[in-house]
Every structure is written in structure tokens, then in C-alpha cells.
């Protein structure tokens, strides 16, 4: 699983590391997006990964997400967005001391985002976006159909602070028995509160594709910190906490963002 890891890994930054000349604008490790986008002909590349944890009756999940996400300004307010997800999961049933386990590629995503609005620091933008059925679903990699999503992002600029609203709907299609039409409301905020370090804070709430979960929805709180080594290279990390049951118990996340 070592070696099997670290190859993932190694495909992700390859994926990215071609021909990159552009500035970042998105803020992992928050999950809400911004209005910002990279300017015509600019790259960003994102390599993150995310590890969960999350106890449930006699079963302990665990969950590992390594993600890189490629960013490319078609114009001064509209980017495309290409994501290529690596997941490793395993749950332990404590009762029978049963493991379970998977890992390999998820489903792809590909977004657009548009900002349609810029004045005295207010922003709107929209954010479609489709994945692809690339995740082998009988291993729980993926949901064996393609899936839609329309997001609308609002941003607030008022220095030191930024503040961002995210509202989505998700049509989540499988066949693995979830729940297709989904919901999404998420906040964030950030503060520099020294030079090139900032603060970032983020809720959100969205509706649980688990049938079993009824009516209780997912919802989260999550902090953490991005740190600016240069204008080439961003390094952040946060910790999210799941505030309600479909939620994963706690999450700690960690990236890169490069900027050519």
C-alpha cells in the first residue's frame, strides 16, 4: 500500500507539472470557494491531501483523499478546472476485528468558473461543474455515474479580511442507492494576521446522500492556515470537525499550491 501511495502521489504531481505560468487565487485547505479566478492564459496547480476518521457504532472508517487540481484561465474571468482524485479507504468492524479496505483513482471532476460581477470588492461567480464515472464503484471509489453541480460564490473583500458564501445544488447520480439531489451551504472567511500568514475559518452545512442518515444533514466547522513561502509556492494545513452525525468525526488536511 506504501509503494502504491507514493506512485498515486507522484501521477498526481506529473499530472500538474507541465507548462504551469499563472497565480492562485483558490485557498485550500477551505472548503468554499472564491469569486477569484487566474487571469488569461494562467496555471494553478493544487496537490492536497485529507485524511478522515470517523467512528460509527462497532465500525471504524478511515479514509484518505490525495487530490491534484489543475487550473487554467481560458479569459480574465473564467477558469476550467480539471481534478484528478486518489482514494484510499478502510473501515474495522471492532465486534469481529473484520478490515475491509480499497484504494485507486476516484471520479474525475471538471468545473468552470465564471465571475460575472466585480465592484468595491464584491464578487459573484458560478461554478458548474460535471465528474466523470472513473472510480470503480464496486470498490466504493467512485458512484458509477456521472454527476452534475451548479454552485453560486459570492466574495467580500474588506482588508485585512475576505469573507465568501458558497450556495449549491449537486445532482448526485449513482447506483449506489444515495440520494441524487443534494444540497450545499458553506461560509469561510480569512485574515492575514501577519505578513504572508493568514487564518482561515469555515462552516457549512449539506444535505447527506446516506438514506440511513433520514433527515439529520452533514454539517462541519474546520480552521487552519495558509502560509505564503514566495509568490511561487503557497503551503496551507486545517482541521475539520464534523458537528453532526453523517459527518466524519474529525478530518486533518494538508497542501500545495504552485504558481507559475
Not at 207 to 220: C, M, P, V
Request: net charge negative; with cysteine.
Amino acid at each position: 500500500m506504501k509503494n502504491k501511495t507514493f506512485l498515486y502521489t507522484l501521477i498526481v504531481l506529473i499530472i500538474g507539472a507541465f507548462g504551469l505560468t499563472g497565480r492562485a487565487f483558490a485557498a485550500p485547505p477551505l472548503i468554499t470557494d472564491d469569486t477569484g479566478t487566474q487571469g488569461k492564459g494562467k496555471f494553478q496547480l493544487q496537490v492536497t491531501g485529507q485524511y478522515d476518521h470517523d467512528k460509527s457504532e462497532d465500525f471504524i472508517n478511515r479514509q484518505t483523499l490525495l487530490n491534484g487540481v489543475l487550473i487554467y484561465g481560458v479569459t480574465d474571468t473564467v477558469d476550467v478546472i480539471l481534478g484528478a482524485p486518489f482514494l484510499f479507504w478502510s473501515s474495522k468492524d471492532e465486534s469481529t476485528g473484520a478490515n475491509t479496505s480499497a484504494g485507486g483513482v476516484s471520479d474525475i471532476a471538471l468545473k468552470v468558473k465564471w465571475r460575472f460581477y466585480e465592484k468595491d470588492g464584491l464578487s459573484f461567480a458560478l461554478r458548474p461543474g460535471v465528474t466523470m464515472p472513473s472510480g470503480d464503484e464496486n470498490e466504493g471509489l467512485g458512484t458509477g455515474k456521472a454527476t452534475g453541480s451548479m454552485f453560486f460564490i459570492t466574495s467580500k473583500e474588506a482588508k485585512p479580511w475576505d469573507f465568501h458564501l458558497n450556495l449549491g445544488y449537486i445532482y448526485n447520480d449513482n447506483i449506489l442507492d444515495q440520494r441524487k439531489s443534494l444540497w450545499h451551504i458553506s461560509l469561510a472567511a480569512r485574515v492575514e494576521v501577519v505578513k504572508d500568514l493568514k487564518v482561515v475559518g469555515n462552516v457549512g452545512i449539506q444535505r447527506s446522500e446516506d438514506k440511513a442518515s433520514g433527515s439529520e444533514n452533514r454539517s462541519f466547522a474546520l480552521g487552519g492556515l495558509i502560509y505564503s513561502v514566495s509568490e511561487l509556492l503557497d503551503l496551507d494545513a486545517g482541521a475539520k470537525f464534523g458537528l453532526s452525525k453523517p459527518e466524519p468525526d474529525y478530518s486533518i488536511m494538508a497542501g500545495l499550491c504552485f504558481h507559475f
